[in-house]
């Protein structure tokens, strides 16, 4: 059996965790004054793209994406609660303690292959979502 260093396997699944949101977005729900404001508000269609998309290059079993599913919606209803709080430290806390603890309850029903998969998948996002930020600026310096 392959030994692992404790603080590596610590470090991965914090590092792993930070960015698991802007992966599935599962807690993308940031208030109306924040970047999210432009209409890209986690509605359960897109909770929903996220999922299938999970479930397709995971491999999640059928337990895996219920259990998923379900951490998703508790995620979502909560940070539904949390956009009623009066904008200020409060509620970025809240919205961050949120973020991680929904990133960890989902990578604690992955395998580590799927962990990796879905950091993979993170990456990607993130460099689409860049590219689509350095397309508005350009389009944004055109006008």
Not at 67 to 79: K, L, N, V, Y
Request: proline residues 3%.
């Amino acid at each position: 059996m392959k030994s692992y260093n404790k603080g590596t396997v610590i470090g991965a699944l914090i590092g792993g965790a930070f960015g698991l949101a802007l992966t599935i977005g599962a807690v993308a729900f940031a208030s109306p004054h924040g970047p999210h404001a432009k209409g890209h508000h986690w509605t359960p269609e897109k909770m929903e793209e996220h999922l299938t998309e999970m479930t397709e290059r995971l491999s999640l079993s059928t337990a895996q994406e219920a259990q998923i599913r379900t951490i998703m919606e508790q995620a979502r209803s909560r940070a539904q609660e949390i956009k009623e709080m009066p904008r200020g430290p409060e509620k970025f806390t809240a919205f961050r303690d949120l973020r991680f603890a929904t990133e960890d309850q989902i990578y604690a029903n992955l395998s580590c292959d799927q962990r990796e998969q879905l950091r993979l998948l993170k990456r990607e996002h993130k460099a689409e979502r860049m590219q689509q930020h350095r397309e508005r600026r350009q389009a944004d310096d055109t006008k």
